[in-house]
T-cell receptor, first 111, second 111 residues
């Protein structure tokens, strides 16, 4: 399974756009890229998933370049409630039995 | 309605005791997991069950024994608890590969 690398932490202010980049140099052809969000004392929650180019939902956007060796989670106009740990995962959806969580990125949104 | 539930939410016990954590999902999913999140917040998969059959058993001491009486339940039994077992344990389930649904977690403290 591809290993991912993310910044350990990031700071932002309310109303700003936050971009969290994840490196996955060894991503395989069948791997999808998935991002989860975890608030303190809660389980992780699915945010977004993509394979290539750009994916957007009501919460975030996911940008994936053509080589797929990295991906960027974009959170528009963050609020204090977006303070959380964000995990980037890559894995073959046909073998979803084993998704590996990395150390995640701790995002702190300040007023 | 809670999708993935765990009991208890908190568990404090003495070294050497045997304890169980229960997990139930009402999503009709075929695959369930147990994860351990340690003090450094690393989320590591322990077990995965698909249709009541063990799919993944990571390097976990055999003091940990998962039991799946049916597709909706995956319980975790821990024998001879040790200090290093203190962590938050998350149950999760998935129905088709793109999203895992996590329970609220069980914080285990071994004294």
């Amino acid at each position: 399974l591809a290993k991912t690398t993310q910044p350990i932490s990031m700071d932002s202010y309310e109303g700003q756009e936050v971009n969290i980049t994840c490196s996955h140099n060894n991503i395989a052809t069948n791997d999808y890229i998935t991002w989860y969000q975890q608030f303190p004392s809660q389980g992780p929650r699915f945010i977004i998933q993509g394979y290539k180019t750009k994916v957007t939902n009501e919460v975030a956007s996911l940008f994936i370049p053509a080589d797929r060796k990295s991906s960027t989670l974009s959170l528009p106009r963050v609020s204090l409630s977006d303070t959380a740990v964000y995990y980037c995962l890559v894995g073959d959806m046909d073998s979803s039995y084993k998704l590996i969580f990395g150390s995640g990125t701790r995002l702190l949104v300040r007023p | 309605d809670t999708a993935v539930s765990q009991t208890p939410k908190y568990l404090v016990t003495q070294m050497g005791n045997d304890k169980s954590i229960k997990c139930e999902q009402n999503l009709g999913h075929d695959t369930m997991y147990w994860y351990k999140q340690d003090s450094k917040k690393f989320l590591k998969i322990m077990f995965s069950y698909n249709n009541k059959e063990l799919i993944i058993n990571e390097t976990v001491p055999n003091r940990f024994s998962p039991k799946s009486p049916d597709k909706a339940h995956l319980n975790l039994h821990i024998n001879s608890l040790e200090l290093g077992d203190s962590a938050v344990y998350f149950c999760a389930s998935t129905g088709g590969g793109d999203e895992q649904f996590f329970g609220p977690g069980t914080r285990l403290t071994v004294l």
